[in-house]
Nanobody
Framework: QVQLVESGGGLVQPGGSLRLSCTTSEFTLDYYTVGWFRQAPGKEREGVSCISSSDGSTRYADSVKGRFTISRNNTKSAVHLQMNNLTPEDAAVYYC??????????????????WGQGTQVTVSS
């Protein structure tokens, strides 16, 4: 099983920004579709954003469009999630996951095989 590591979470005030990173030392993320998901207490896990391996196309949940940006850093074999203008509704544990699929989806969690342990994002004043 591949080990993915998320980092960059923390406490931020409403309106603030965080940059999450997803990395692995076991293989390169360049050839995998990668998704970011989040789960708040008492809620189901939901897709936030993803980036496809085939053409680099990206998808976003409606709730984060215009505020979050997913990108690859091929040099460091990492996928980042830049989160701006955060609100308390964004607070959750954020997970990254990889999929062998060529096109990504933020709706189909079953598309993703390997998951990280998550990083906590807290948005509070």
């Amino acid at each position: 099983q591949v080990q993915l590591v998320e980092s960059g979470g923390g406490l931020v005030q409403p309106g603030g920004s965080l940059r999450l990173s997803c990395t692995t030392s076991e293989f390169t993320l360049d050839y995998y579709t990668v998704g970011w998901f989040r789960q708040a207490p008492g809620k189901e896990r939901e897709g936030v954003s993803c980036i496809s391996s085939s053409d680099g196309s990206t998808r976003y949940a409606d709730s984060v469009k215009g505020r979050f940006t997913i990108s690859r850093n091929n040099t460091k074999s990492a996928v980042h999630l830049q989160m701006n203008n955060l609100t308390p509704e964004d607070a959750a544990v954020y997970y990254c996951a990889t999929s062998p699929a060529r096109l990504c989806s933020v709706r189909l969690t079953s598309l993703y095989n390997d998951w990280g342990q998550g990083t906590q994002v807290t948005v509070s004043s």
